[in-house]
């Protein structure tokens, strides 16, 4: 089997992936006043709806960044110093999500067009242009994919990797003119990509599957 070089960067952009997720939580804040009525809890919670809604999105993203980019290193086997810093720059923007997420927690009741609900949209915007750029830099002419790289299925990658900047491109641009839908919209979109990674095996299976029926039933 084919030995693989990136074991370090993936333990370092694994550490950077925990940490950041962790941070997201601490800005919710668990209301300590003297609370005598449920309604009034209900009331504070209530009043952190901004925050919670940048929180789950922000930890969904994130977690589903991570899934991926495991996925990619199930490709990836061999490293050099442009993959590293692409993957560094990556993590930058992995680590940065804690901030423009805490922004938009307070002042999520901004007006439009919201300078925190734009902030928090281009960051994942330009994180998802690092992870097409760290992809397209290790898969060209297969660069840094193993030898026996499946290239039906980095195809599929590629073509589903297309998306990513478009995609959050559109939140970008419908936080300019009302912030919780293009929360709503990154929301939905951090389960779109979360699928498409346990989709191709299978599809691929199936595909591999099809391609040996015919073999087998000639001999």
């Not at 692409?86 to 307070?106: D, M, R, S």
């Amino acid at each position: 089997m084919e030995d693989k070089e990136t074991s370090r960067l993936e333990a370092f952009s694994d550490g950077v992936f925990a940490v950041a997720i962790t941070l997201l939580v601490l800005d919710i804040k668990i209301p300590t006043d003297n609370i005598t009525e449920p309604s009034v809890l209900w009331n504070d919670l209530w009043g952190q709806r901004g925050t919670l809604a940048a929180f789950i999105v922000s930890f969904f993203f994130v977690g589903i960044m991570w899934i991926n980019h495991h996925r990619l290193f199930t490709h990836i086997r061999r490293t050099n110093t442009g993959l590293m810093l692409l993957n560094l720059v990556l993590l930058f923007f992995i680590v940065l999500t804690p901030v423009p997420t805490a922004l938009l927690a307070v002042h999520w009741d901004l007006a439009s067009p919201n300078p925190a609900a734009i902030l928090y949209a281009g960051t994942f915007f330009l994180m998802a242009c690092c992870y097409n750029l760290l992809w397209r830099y290790a898969s060209y002419h297969n660069r840094l994919l193993g030898k026996d790289a499946d290239m039906r299925a980095v195809a599929a990658i590629s073509r589903q990797f297309l998306f990513g900047p478009v995609s959050y491109l559109i939140a970008l641009v419908l936080a300019y003119f009302n912030t919780p839908t293009s929360v709503i919209f990154q929301f939905i979109l951090a389960f779109f990509y979360a699928l498409p990674g346990s989709i191709i095996p299978h599809r691929h299976s199936r595909e591999q599957s099809e391609d040996r029926e015919p073999t087998s039933l000639t001999q």
